[in-house]
């Protein structure tokens, strides 16, 4: 017999979900080991193709490897700008990372392949990015319903931070992740806040049979 959750449950769930953000202030802190433990166990739990399991964490520990990281980040937000024409000085003005003042930096890393060919035979390398995005995702609900925020910093060149965690061949790291106590949390993503991009409505993303109009 499936064992329902209740109406509360459920909707702590959702409310979980609603109310996540990608945050990119932090009120520095720390985060309890045993918080840690269950928001990393959350993210080991997730769904993989082929039960794959391609994510690796690394718990940027070093003072002087977490200015390593803050570094290439800001060099890549200057290249990211020259790309982006006439809001260059506004995109230059947004927050994109909170790494010097998070709690606690990790890295997840995609692992070499391993050869998984269920359900992935097509799509090797997007199902892998896939799975670990679903890792990612995990880490970021349980972080909230512990009233952490995080922040996911995509600014990196791969092959500079896989040099820096001394990455095997083949690995590929994806994300840098601020965790850690905020003051508040944003009442809308901040992109929104900053008048930079707005959620689509569901209507424009939601289609039968074909794909959606724009």
Same mark, same amino acid.
């Given at each position: 017999?499936?064992?329902?959750?209740?109406?509360?449950?459920?909707?702590? &769930?959702?409310?979980?979900?609603?109310?996540?953000?990608?945050?990119?202030?932090?009120? +520095?802190?720390?985060?309890?080991?045993? &918080?840690?433990?269950? =928001?990393?166990?959350?993210?080991?739990?997730?769904?993989?193709v082929?039960?794959? +399991?391609?994510?690796?964490?690394?718990? =940027?520990k070093?003072?002087?490897?977490?200015?390593?990281?803050?570094?290439?980040?800001? +060099?890549?937000? =200057?290249?990211?700008?020259?790309?982006?024409?006439?809001r260059?000085?506004?995109?230059?003005?947004?927050?994109?990372?909170?790494?010097r003042?998070?709690?606690?930096?990790?890295?997840?890393?995609?692992?070499?392949?391993?050869?998984?060919?269920?359900?992935?035979?097509?799509?090797?390398?997007?199902?892998?990015?896939?799975?670990?995005?679903?890792?990612? +995702?995990?880490?970021?609900?349980s972080?909230?319903?512990?009233?952490l925020?995080?922040?996911? &910093?995509?600014?990196?060149?791969p092959e500079d931070?896989?040099?820096?965690?001394?990455?095997?061949a083949?690995?590929k790291?994806?994300?840098?992740?601020?965790?850690?106590?905020?003051d508040?949390?944003?009442?809308?993503?901040?992109?929104?806040?900053?008048?930079?991009?707005f959620?689509k409505?569901?209507?424009?993303?939601?289609?039968?049979?074909?794909?959606?109009?724009?």
């Open positions: 017999m499936v064992k329902a959750f209740s109406e509360d449950e459920r909707e702590a &769930v959702y409310r979980v979900i609603a109310e996540r953000r990608d945050m990119r202030h932090f009120a +520095q802190g720390v985060v309890d080991e045993d &918080v840690l433990k269950r =928001i990393l166990e959350a993210a080991h739990a997730a769904p993989s082929g039960l794959m +399991q391609p994510w690796r964490f690394v718990r =940027i070093k003072s002087t490897l977490r200015e390593q990281l803050i570094d290439l980040v800001k +060099q890549e937000k =200057i290249q990211t700008s020259e790309q982006m024409d006439e260059k000085a506004d995109f230059m003005k947004l927050k994109v990372e909170g790494m003042d998070c709690a606690e930096l990790i890295a997840v890393v995609l692992a070499p392949d391993d050869g998984t060919i269920f359900g992935r035979r097509t799509m090797p390398e997007e199902m892998a990015l896939c799975s670990t995005s679903c890792a990612i +995702q995990n880490m970021w609900l972080a909230r319903a512990e009233n925020g995080m922040g996911w &910093v995509s600014f990196f060149q931070v896989a040099a820096l965690l001394q990455c095997p083949g690995a790291p994806i994300a840098l992740l601020c965790l850690g106590p905020v508040h949390f944003y009442d809308k993503p901040m992109l929104e806040m900053e008048d930079w991009r959620r409505n569901m209507a424009s993303v939601l289609a039968e049979d074909v794909y959606p109009e724009d």
